[in-house]
């Protein structure tokens, strides 16, 4: 396993500086300067040239780039143009809201979708199947945007069972910042159960369907030990691989449930940040993302590798 760790963490590093310059490269096709943005009316030719060289704009495009790279080899993600605050700060103090949303998303999605999934999968072709599968198709159609103004409408507006933004961080009040996520990971996480409830469904079947199964069960074992101990766990090693892609996609759907919450994450800075031109901000908020799911993968290569001895490295 420490041979597969060192092997990502290596890929990892040429992977980031791809990305960064793409994201760097891209800047100059949006059309406007980032002076111009910030000038807004008083923005004249003249005040766009000063400010342009204030930020450092009018220096060589290969310059910037590496002095970017040797500032965020060393934790500097330089400073917002708009704001001036730099970009670490700001990127770190948005960045436990929106773990604590995708995290929650993740947790409604392997509950729900784990569970619905295994239900479905020990009986393939029954009711509850049949029911699972409508189920799963409308939550694959749904976006989460109509899912969480649903959720705030019925729960929050109608029934006050919870607040209809109400983030507050974990230190301040740990009951609080439960209750702000319910809505929002529900929002964030059924979409996604609805994937993982058809990967686990899928690998469910495949499992019990196996001699092995049929070997236990002609031993005397109880069939709800083979489903748990032994059906699950093996149906677990494809719902992993599901899991990852599963959390890239939720870090970009967060945006818009972080619009719709209200919440002070990274999404919603780096919206703002896009339509601002505040280029300094974009590329370190996906800088700062891309490293977020390529941790994500690595716990689930290690997992994979702990469910399943023959993905190890030899």
Known sequence: MGRLIGYRLALALPQLALLSLVVFSLTYFVPGSPAAAILGFQA???????????????????????????G??????????????PVTDMLLQRMPATLSLVLGGVVVALVVGVGLGALAGTRPGGVADRV???????GLAV????????????????LGWVPVI????????????????????????LSAAALIARQTRAAMVTALSSRYVDALTATGISRSRVVVRYGLKNA????????????????????????????????SLLLTSVIGKDYPVVQGGVLLIACLVIAVNLLIDVGYGLLNPKARPQ
Do not use: H, N
């Not at 699972?132 to 409308?138: D, E, F, L, N, Y």
């Not at 976006?143 to 109608?158: D, E, H, K, M, S």
């Not at 009040?173 to 996520?181: E, H, I, M, Q, S």
């Open 72 to 85: 965020a080899f060393t934790g500097d993600l330089g400073q917002s143009y708009v704001s001036g605050r």
């Open 166 to 189: 109400g983030y507050i961080p974990l230190e301040q009040d740990p009951v609080a910042w439960a209750r702000g996520l319910i809505l929002p990971s529900l929002a964030l996480g």
């Open 132 to 138: 699972i599968a409508a189920v799963t198709s409308v």
């Open 143 to 158: 976006p989460q945007f109509w899912i969480g103004l649903v959720l705030t409408l019925v729960f929050a507006v109608r």
């Open 236 to 267: 677990m090693v494809p719902v992993l691989a599901a899991t990852g892609i599963t959390f890239s996609i939720m870090i970009g759907a967060s945006f818009v449930v972080e619009k719709v919450f209200g919440f002070p994450g990274v999404g």
């Open 44 to 70: 004249t030719p003249e005040r766009v040239a000063e400010v342009e060289a204030q930020l450092g704009l009018d220096r060589p495009a290969l310059v910037r780039l590496v002095d970017w790279y040797a």
